[in-house]
């Protein structure tokens, strides 16, 4: 048989599905033509590397939908907080114009008077639903994190602080604002941790920005809510795969 | 057979819209094209589906809250996704295997070094070629694709894959050829363009 009749069967060759009359043809081709092998050779590098590749599925249909569920509500929330802002703002203006000299404001208080009450309504409201939405999610504590003594030395405006916040999931939200906090080493990265005794659970790992503010938001799984102490680890890997860490930050839950 | 459909934008200028109106339909689109590796590739790290899909949940909302440190001059956005999703597989790993961890005697804080059989690096290692395989598998079009999968991972022989799917034997065997072809020219160039993922 002829190369280019041989060529097509390759693939299938390399991935065993040929029938067994025509991978013994193959074969023999292959057994005298070097060109063909050296063909072969690059398909089979691909065939190992289909060994590496995850097996075909889909993830289910409804994460989709989950994900820009998610989305949605958070744009949503988003765009009315800009909305109330706006109504502040117009209402601080009204306030200013107030403020105006005696002789001007009385040519114009007719019309301002109304439009005070009819804005301080508005302002109510806004407030109400602006605290509304505060209220969902309030943080039900919040945790100086300081540096340890030897972590602190030399360093100005290094320190954290930790909110904490109840999901309705039953894990706990927390959002991390780091000031100053150095970028991590190389093959390193930071951890918060909840302590309590002699047990800790993972909250998750992050890495910083460096000077300036560094703001992660963390969950951390319900078992958390009985561990009072934080603790920001720098975790390092080193070339031999094994680990160690510094401790760089931690804090009590008052 | 590697495609891009003409109407349809880039990933880059998905994550330009993702700060938009158009965020849903951004991050839709880009949940469309590789949702299936992030899935796939969790699988392969994680071994458990609950926890890749909880995965393939992080790494979208993710891509969508911190869209604005994607730096496209920086390298591609399939790049940074699998760092995105190294990261998080890498969180939700940590997290199930130390919801409690006993630390050493001495300082309760301070544990001096941890037993390397506990570290994900190994289970991560493999991570960023299975990502490459799969994309280079996701940029086939559905037919080829096909092929390969009752071929590679079904173990379907050349006669069985067109009596299952109807297509006629020659035509199977001309798909599988350029599916390889395909397979190897993308390896190629990914490999080529292979960026520092650490």
Known sequence: MKCAEIHPNLPAFVLGGLEPEEDVEVRRHLASCSDCRRELEELRKVNRALEAAPSPADPPRHLKDEILSQVRTAEERSSSNEEQQEDLASLRERQRSLEAPRSERSKHLRIILPSVAAAAVVAMVVLGVFFGVLREEPPVATIQLVPTPQEAAGLEGYWGVAEIRPQPSGNQQVELKLNNFEQPKPNSYYELWFVSGESRISAGSFTSVGEGETRVLLNAPPETRNYRTLLITEEHIDDHRTFSEEVALKGEVP | ?198
Request: charge should be neutral; charged fraction near 30%; glycine fraction near 6%.
């Open chain 2, 1 to 198: 057979m590697m495609y891009q459909r003409a109407d349809e934008i880039s990933d880059e200028q998905c994550m330009t819209r993702l700060t938009g109106p158009e965020v849903e339909a951004a991050i839709s689109a880009l949940y469309d094209r590789y949702s299936r590796t992030v899935y796939g590739v969790g699988l392969k790290i994680l071994g458990d589906r609950s926890l890749s899909e909880e995965l393939v949940q992080d790494v979208f909302l993710k891509v969508w809250r911190s869209s604005r440190n994607f730096d496209p001059s920086r390298g591609s956005f399939s790049t940074w996704l699998y760092r995105v999703t190294r990261s998080c597989a890498l969180d939700l790993y940590r997290k199930r295997a130390s919801r409690v961890r006993q630390v050493s005697d001495g300082d309760p804080y301070i544990a001096a070094t941890r037993d390397a059989s506990d570290g994900p690096q190994e289970v991560m290692d493999e991570s960023w070629l299975s990502w490459r395989v799969s994309r280079a598998l996701e940029a086939l079009d559905a037919p080829h694709r096909e092929v390969i999968e009752l071929a590679y991972f079904g173990g379907l022989s050349q006669r069985e894959i067109s009596e299952r799917t109807g297509v006629p034997l020659g035509t199977v065997k001309t798909r599988t050829a350029s599916a390889f072809k395909s397979l190897r020219t993308e390896l190629t160039i990914q490999d080529t363009s292979r960026e520092p993922i650490r």
